[in-house]
């Protein structure tokens, strides 16, 4: 399983993601980013930034 936590690129977010690949991860972080972060769109930097921060759990 993949682990992603927000707070790695959103020091003051406490959420935690878990999928089997890195895409749902993406896929996930995508929704939270617009729900939670009002991020309507994802700028290829932070998707590099959560991409180099998903752990192999
Ligand atoms: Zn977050």
Known sequence: ????A???????CGRTFTAP?????LAAVA???RDDHG?????SSL??????AI???
């Open 39 to 43: 991020l309507t769109d994802i700028p």
């Open 47 to 52: 998707v590099d930034q959560v991409r180099a």
């Open 1 to 4: 399983m993949k682990q992603f």
């Open 21 to 25: 690949t890195d895409d749902e991860i």
């Open 6 to 12: 927000c707070g790695d690129v959103v020091p003051s």
């Open 31 to 33: 929704g939270h980013a």
């Open 55 to 57: 752990r192999t759990a």
